[in-house]
């Protein structure tokens, strides 16, 4: 059994963690840039399940955590169950072009939103929770709602990459 289609998305999410902290400043909206690595990271545990998905959103977390001022784990954490809940779709729905994409990603940015809001709570930091559920909420979700079928599509254009050993074509 061959370990390439988790390698590469591996090695794309970790490139795009780094882009997105380190590039991605000259397209922010109000402080808000969109979150390519949980587009990535939503498309690829879709298509490769659970288990798969969450290395990718532990990887990619981790890439986050090591290039930003959050703590480290924060990110991790969060990816990895992202990347859970996003693998567990695999093979229960079709994915539309347009639709799905929009829907996965909108439900995977409220989730990441709301666990990142319990682990806020957790440790007590107070003024963090209120950005959270303001207007870089609503930026980040039209963000990543209009972006999710461009990039499900570009994703889908190296689908190859992303099938599992068995060959299977969802």
Same mark, same amino acid.
Request: net charge positive; charged share 10%; proline share 4%.
């Given at each position: 059994?061959?370990?390439?289609?988790l390698?590469?998305?591996?090695? %794309?999410?970790?490139? +795009?963690?780094?882009?997105? =902290?380190?590039? &991605?400043?000259?397209?922010r +909206?109000a402080?808000?840039?969109?979150? &390519?690595?949980? %587009?990535?990271?939503?498309?690829?545990?879709?298509?490769?399940?659970?288990?798969?998905?969450?290395?990718?959103g532990?990887?990619?977390?981790?890439?986050?955590?090591?290039?930003?001022?959050?703590?480290?784990?924060?990110?991790?954490?969060i990816?990895?169950?992202?990347?859970f &809940?996003?693998?567990?779709?695999r093979?229960?729905m079709?994915?539309d072009?347009?639709?799905?994409p929009?829907?996965l990603? =909108?439900g995977?940015?409220?989730?990441k939103?709301?666990?990142?809001?319990?682990? +806020?709570?957790?440790?007590g930091?107070?003024?963090? =929770?209120?950005?959270?559920?303001?207007?870089?909420l609503? +930026?980040?979700?039209?963000?990543?709602?209009?972006l999710?079928?461009?990039?499900f599509?570009l &994703?889908?254009?190296?689908r190859? %990459?992303?099938? =599992?050993?068995?060959?299977?074509?969802r």
């Amino acid at each position: 059994m061959t370990r390439q289609p988790l390698f590469l998305a591996l090695l %794309l999410v970790s490139l +795009i963690a780094l882009a997105q =902290t380190v590039i &991605l400043d000259a397209v922010r +909206i109000a402080g808000v840039a969109p979150d &390519l690595v949980l %587009l990535v990271l939503v498309f690829s545990a879709h298509k490769q399940g659970s288990m798969n998905g969450q290395m990718i959103g532990l990887v990619g977390g981790l890439v986050e955590d090591l290039t930003s001022l959050a703590p480290l784990g924060f990110n991790s954490l969060i990816r990895l169950a992202v990347g859970f &809940l996003a693998g567990s779709t695999r093979n229960k729905m079709f994915l539309d072009p347009i639709f799905m994409p929009i829907i996965l990603v =909108t439900g995977a940015t409220l989730f990441k939103t709301l666990l990142a809001a319990l682990v +806020i709570g957790v440790f007590g930091i107070e003024t963090a =929770t209120q950005r959270l559920f303001g207007q870089r909420l609503w +930026i980040e979700l039209a963000y990543n709602a209009v972006l999710a079928p461009v990039v499900f599509a570009l &994703l889908n254009a190296i689908r190859p %990459l992303y099938q =599992t050993a068995r060959g299977s074509r969802r």
